[in-house]
């Protein structure tokens, strides 16, 4: 979670924490209390409070995570795939 984006510090008092979902947030906010008693005595500031914002996602290719998503890929990639497959009259698990 904190190494896709890095907190900054807003002003002397506000930890920004760039968040992608809703998860991700529930899990700082376990954690919140070891990080911050961390971070109050290595920034010597015991004043130090905890904003979340959450980024926008850069829109790029989906990842294909089943069988017929990972094959519809490989199909536009190659299109003499698909032709083998309807010859062998295969289908797709």
């Given at each position: ?16 924490f ?22 109050k005595?290595e ?24 069988a ?18 309807n ?7």
């Amino acid at each position: 979670m904190l190494t896709a984006h890095s907190p900054r510090l807003k002003g002397d008092k506000v930890v920004v924490f760039p968040l992608k979902n809703e998860t991700q947030e529930v899990e700082l906010l376990k954690e919140k209390k070891g990080l911050f008693d961390f971070l109050k005595k290595e920034l010597r500031n015991a004043k130090l409070s905890l904003e979340t914002e959450y980024i926008r996602e850069e829109s790029g290719p989906q990842k294909a995570y089943t069988a017929a998503d990972k094959y519809k890929v490989l199909a536009e990639k190659n299109p003499s795939l698909d032709k083998l497959r309807n010859m062998l009259n295969l289908d797709i698990e």
